[in-house]
């Protein structure tokens, strides 16, 4: 269903891949939405994955760049105000790789070469886009940069190693630039702490199942999926939310506020039962109450 929350409104959509991708379906509904906007990734990224075709169907335009890259950035903001004859309203970053997680190298022996292009791509990136944004004036006056974030920046998860470092950087970005692009021309900036979604990047991370499983049982909602994740940015981007800013938004369903469930504590216990017998704790138990 469209509410029209974006007629009128252009903007940068960072990231959406292939259909998987919470930016492919941040663009799908910023599009029923009413907006326009200009589809970025990599120039690799671009060849390997379906952004064109998402163009196609949104009547986009995709320009190539890399957002660790000032000077791609540079020229991505002023092909996009061309294009658009004026300033744009809203950004949306969806950017993260650590190289140490998909060579499977643990936290306690990282390869810092690769540290360093964890963070810049998966936060750096997110203050040098802010940066290029402020120093051209891209943005019209209470425009919304949102950028998607996950619970391991507050806590520590098992294998997410430093791309848990990556978005604690991207979060501070967001309330230190927030402060100052807030006072200075109303611009809006938060991220959206997404439960675990089944993207080609989440699905990499070492566990990914289990993990699903685990924060699916711990939600009292259940995990927030990819398109209730791109319904929450269509918030932010609105005008609906012109005073929301400098925040970290929890969009996982209940699973940050969560100590422990009855569903997770119940599998536990299971676990421990069959710990020495062939029965498959993580099997449905049809007697289980719905709690």
Known sequence: MSYNLLKGKKGIIFGALNEKSIAWKTAIRAHEEGAEFVLTNTAMALRMGDTHQLAEATNSIVVAADATSVKDLENLFNVTMEHFGGKIDFILHSIGMSPNVRKKIPYDDLNYEFYLKTLDISAISFHKVIQMAKKLDALNEWGSIVALSYIAAQRTLFEYNDMADAKAALESIARSFGYIYGREKKIRINT????????????????????????????????????????????LFS??????????????????????????????????????CHTNPFEEDDSLPAK
């Open 192 to 235: 959206i702490s997404q439960s675990p979604t089944v993207t080609t990047a989440g699905s990499g991370v070492k566990g990914f199942d289990g993990l699903m499983d685990f924060t699916e049982r711990m939600s009292p909602l259940g995990n927030a999926t990819a398109e209730e994740c791109a319904d929450y940015c269509i918030t």
């Open 239 to 276: 005008d609906l939310t012109k005073k929301v800013t400098m925040q970290n938004l929890f969009n996982d369903g209940g699973f940050s506020s969560m100590g422990m469930s009855y569903r997770a504590m119940h599998m536990y216990n299971k676990s421990l039962e069959c710990k020495d």
